[in-house]
Nanobody, 119 residues
C-alpha cells in the first residue's frame, strides 16, 4: 500500500503565507514527479506546481513568483511554500506523485487539504 498524507492547509488573510507538506509512505521503490494540484468550487482540478526527480520545476502562470515547490527525496516528501496569497488561491490542494512499487509508475493522490484566503 502507498499513502500520501498532506498537512499545512488552513485559513490565512490575503498577503499571508502557508506551507503545505505531503509525505509518501508504504511500499515505495522510487518516485518520479511530485506536485500539487488544486480545485476550487465549480472549477476543474488544475496543476499548481510540480517537481521532477532531478529537481526541475513547473508552475502555473497564476502562481509564478509567489509559490515554490521543493522536495526531500530522502523523506519522500514534497512541499509547497505559498507566499503573497490571494483570495483566488482558495481551493482544496491535492498532492500528487508518480510512484513505482517495482513495476512501472502509478499516479497517487493525497486526500486534499483546504486552503482559504480571506480578503
Amino acid at each position: 500500500q502507498v499513502q500520501l498524507v498532506e498537512s499545512g492547509g488552513g485559513l490565512v488573510q490575503a498577503g499571508g503565507s502557508l506551507r503545505l507538506s505531503c509525505a509518501a509512505s508504504g511500499s515505495i521503490f522510487s518516485i518520479n514527479n511530485m506536485g500539487w494540484y488544486r480545485q476550487a468550487p465549480g472549477k476543474q482540478r488544475e496543476l499548481v506546481a510540480s517537481i521532477t526527480g532531478l529537481g526541475s520545476t513547473n508552475y502555473a502562470d497564476s502562481v509564478k513568483g509567489r509559490f515554490t515547490v521543493s522536495r526531500d527525496s530522502a523523506k519522500n516528501t514534497v512541499y509547497l511554500q505559498m507566499n503573497s496569497l490571494k483570495p483566488e488561491d482558495t481551493a482544496v490542494y491535492y498532492c500528487h506523485a508518480d510512484i513505482s512499487r517495482g513495476l512501472g509508475y502509478i499516479d497517487y493522490w493525497g486526500q486534499g487539504t483546504q486552503v482559504t484566503v480571506s480578503s
